[in-house]
């Protein structure tokens, strides 16, 4: 079987791309003339086809002949919320336009639980629970999500909703690793805020699954490995993967992060460029509870996670140190 794979660059899209094409798939890969395709170069029975979701243009030759297409692209922080909508919202529709158009028969759209939001009582949030995004980032894949759902009686349609996702290959939480190596642990408050997670490779394969199984169209999944974790205690296991114990703990006051935010922001405006810390993503930093429930995914998919976060958190230290990322 044929299959498009958009983000196949990036770091969950690649693990993606490397579980499909040893399932005995075609995987073509949808790259920009600027992608890093390093590691999908290293992959056999992969193709590539170059465009972008903003340039519909470009996706119906893409398309043609393949009979599954996973949308793993997408914007995580943008210049401005129109960025986010053109890319994750209107992206989304071209693609599933072009999908439409070429006779795919099944549609894999990989959301967020930033699509959902944050749980209100510290429960882990169900699959069907009502959506309150509070960034713009998170509404913008609601609206992507929005789009897919309203075409599944004319295609099949599944929608994966991770929640934090780590591991090798990872540059947004490398972060957390390089600031407890500089001596820092990164906490916010009290550190007491709770969340789900799931390991890079465990979330592709869900991916994977949802792109490979018979499921009812319309269907949405949260996956998650779990557990649900205490922010304080957890990034104690980086220190532990790093063999070093930071020497500042203290948490940061909001305040001192809506100003860390406010600098970034306006850097971003004057230098034109996207970044991650903005008065926006300080909204998601304030919500204490953003955790959720993969027992849908379990249940329907037969998707069981393999690594939980003590295990993980070592795995991507290695692997950072291997290639001279910390």
């Given at each position: 079987?044929?299959?498009?794979?958009?983000?196949?660059?990036?770091?969950?899209?690649?693990y993606?791309?490397?579980?499909?094409?040893?399932?005995?798939?075609?995987?073509r890969?949808?790259?920009?003339?600027?992608?890093d395709?390093?590691?999908?170069e290293k992959?056999?029975?992969?193709?590539?086809?170059?465009g972008?979701?903003e340039?519909?243009?470009?996706?119906?030759?893409?398309a043609?002949?393949?009979?599954v297409?996973?949308?793993?692209?997408?914007?995580?922080k943008?210049?401005?919320?129109?960025?986010?909508?053109a890319?994750?919202e209107q992206?989304?529709?071209?693609?599933?336009?072009?999908?439409?158009?070429?006779?795919?028969?099944?549609?894999?759209?990989?959301?967020?639980?930033?699509a959902?939001?944050?749980?209100?009582?510290?429960?882990?949030?169900?699959?069907d629970?009502?959506?309150?995004?509070?960034?713009?980032?998170?509404?913008?894949?609601?609206?992507?999500?929005?789009?897919?759902?309203?075409?599944?009686?004319?295609?099949?349609?599944?929608?994966?909703r991770?929640?934090?996702?780590?591991?090798?290959r990872?540059?947004?939480?490398?972060?957390?690793?390089?600031?407890?190596?500089?001596?820092?642990?990164?906490?916010?408050?009290d550190?007491?805020?709770?969340?789900?997670?799931v390991?890079?490779?465990?979330?592709?394969?869900?991916?994977?699954?949802?792109?490979?199984?018979d499921?009812?169209?319309?269907?949405?999944?949260?996956?998650?490995?779990?557990?649900?974790?205490?922010?304080?205690?957890?990034?104690?296991?980086?220190?532990?993967?790093?063999?070093?114990?930071?020497?500042?703990?203290?948490?940061?006051?909001?305040?001192?992060?809506?100003?860390?935010?406010a600098?970034?922001q306006?850097?971003?405006?004057?230098?034109?460029?996207?970044?991650?810390?903005?008065?926006?993503?300080?909204?998601?930093?304030?919500?204490?509870?953003?955790?959720?429930?993969?027992?849908?995914?379990?249940?329907?998919?037969g998707?069981?996670?393999?690594?939980?976060?003590?295990?993980g958190?070592?795995?991507?230290?290695?692997?950072?140190?291997?290639?001279?990322?910390?």
């Open positions: 079987m044929k299959i498009l794979l958009t983000g196949g660059s990036g770091f969950v899209g690649s993606v791309a490397e579980q499909l094409t040893q399932a005995g798939h075609t995987v890969a949808l790259v920009r003339p600027s992608s395709k390093r590691t999908l992959i056999a029975g992969l193709e590539f086809a170059v972008a979701v340039q519909a243009a470009t996706l119906a030759p893409a043609q002949g393949c009979e297409v996973v949308h793993v692209a997408g914007l995580v943008a210049r401005n919320a129109a960025e986010f909508f890319v994750n992206g989304t529709k071209n693609l599933l336009a072009a999908a439409e158009s070429a006779g795919v028969r099944r549609f894999v759209y990989v959301s967020s639980l930033a959902v939001g944050p749980s209100l009582d510290g429960k882990p949030v169900p699959d629970a009502a959506p309150n995004p509070v960034t713009h980032y998170g509404r913008s894949k609601l609206a992507g999500e929005r789009a897919v759902l309203a075409a599944k009686d004319r295609i099949a349609v599944t929608v994966i991770p929640p934090m996702v780590y591991g090798p990872d540059h947004e939480t490398l972060a957390f690793f390089k600031s407890v190596k500089n001596g820092v642990l990164p906490l916010l408050g550190g007491k805020n709770t969340l789900s997670m390991y890079g490779e465990d979330c592709a394969r869900a991916i994977t699954l949802a792109a490979l199984t499921t009812p169209s319309g269907r949405t999944y949260f996956v998650e490995d779990g557990s649900v974790y205490v922010w304080k205690e957890a990034v104690t296991e980086v220190e532990r993967s790093l063999g070093k114990r930071a020497f500042v703990r203290i948490g940061l006051p909001m305040f001192v992060v809506q100003l860390a935010a600098a970034t306006t850097w971003g405006k004057l230098s034109n460029t996207a970044q991650m810390l903005t008065l926006d993503k300080v909204q998601e930093l304030k919500q204490p509870h953003w955790v959720c429930s993969g027992e849908g995914a379990r249940k329907e998919l998707w069981t996670p393999r690594v939980q976060w003590h295990e958190v070592k795995l991507a230290a290695d692997w950072y140190r291997a290639q001279g990322w910390l």
